[in-house]
T-cell receptor
Framework: DTAVSQTPKYLVTQMGNDKSIKCEQN?????MYWYKQDSKKFLKIMFS???????INETVPNRFSPKSPDKAHLNLHINSLELGDSAVYFC?????????????FGPGTRLTVT | GEDVEQSLFLSVREGDSSVINCTYT??????LYWYKQEPGAGLQLLTY?????DMKQDQRLTVLLNKKDKHLSLRIADTQTGDSAIYFC?????????????FGKGTHLIIQP
């Protein structure tokens, strides 16, 4: 199936740990994104990557670092996890240029920091 | 930066029409989107509209855009229980699609029998 996939779907870890979330898209898209959705369902963009170059970097802590080994993957590394990092993280991709920049979202990774 | 606002809750009776409203601030947003999120699920793109259009219809969905007032609405005709979800309005950030989208806080659509 063509899609945006993320692993793991659930991640429970303790404060201070380092963790990674993987994202892969087989849509042939040029741009990938990471969004954070907090407990109130508010969605905010964190990063976007186009052709392996970081395009924007919102005001997120530098404990978060996106890594793109190739055009189809954008992984999210988080160091020294904090309680406030608990959220659902969504990966997305879009084709550039395109007429509409439709973004396709992965199923999300629910991160719980204890 | 872009700011997108929408009401948090909307309650309608099954079979009625639902109208979800959204306002945005950046008039340079070329595309505006509606996403649907069912409980425990990811985001599903419902529809989008190009900024030079006033209206777009797709089966039970009608999108209206008032660019002058920066107002976007999504109408769902004949609302069904399966339409119960959170609906997010989203606008392109100023850098175009490369800068991602700014989302509203989402409208919880509640269907009454």
């Amino acid at each position: 199936d063509t899609a945006v996939s993320q692993t793991p779907k659930y991640l429970v870890t303790q404060m201070g740990n380092d963790k990674s979330i993987k994202c892969e898209q087989n849509l042939g898209h040029d741009t990938m994104y990471w969004y954070k959705q907090d407990s109130k369902k508010f969605l905010k963009i964190m990063f976007s990557y186009n052709n392996k170059e970081l395009i924007i970097n919102e005001t997120v802590p530098n404990r978060f670092s996106p890594k793109s080994p190739d055009k189809a993957h954008l992984n999210l590394h988080i160091n020294s996890l904090e309680l406030g990092d608990s959220a659902v993280y969504f990966c997305a991709s879009s084709q550039m240029p395109s007429g509409s920049y439709e973004q396709y979202f992965g199923p999300g990774t629910r991160l719980t920091v204890t | 930066g872009e700011d997108v606002e929408q009401s948090l809750f909307l309650s309608v009776r099954e079979g009625d029409s639902s109208v979800i409203n959204c306002t945005y601030t950046d008039s340079s947003s070329t595309y505006l989107y509606w996403y649907k999120q069912e409980p425990g699920a990811g985001l599903q793109l419902l529809t989008y509209i190009f900024s030079n259009m006033d209206m777009k219809q797709d089966q039970r969905l009608t999108v209206l855009l008032n660019k002058k007032d920066k107002h976007l609405s999504l109408r769902i005709a004949d609302t069904q229980t399966g339409d119960s979800a959170i609906y997010f309005c989203a606008a392109e950030n100023s850098g175009g699609g490369a800068d991602g989208l700014t989302f509203g806080k989402g409208t919880h659509l509640i269907i009454q029998p």
